[in-house]
């Protein structure tokens, strides 16, 4: 029986969730271009990306 849409989208949600916990994980010890790296990894990850960038202060110069 085929998945449903509703259980895709709360399969994404639940991937996005684990994969950002493990980036912010990385992003206490990382250093100035892995902070960048991860960065360009979460804005690809989400289309909320921008905003979790924001949040997170991975902008500052």
Do not use: D, F
């Amino acid at each position: 029986m085929p998945i449903s849409e509703r259980r895709k989208e709360i399969k994404r949600r639940r991937h996005r969730r684990k994969k950002l916990t493990q980036l912010s994980k990385r992003l206490q010890k990382a250093t100035v271009s892995e902070r960048t790296m991860i960065t360009e990894k979460i804005r690809q990850l989400t289309p909320g990306g921008e905003v979790i960038v924001a949040n997170w202060e991975l902008e500052r110069r």
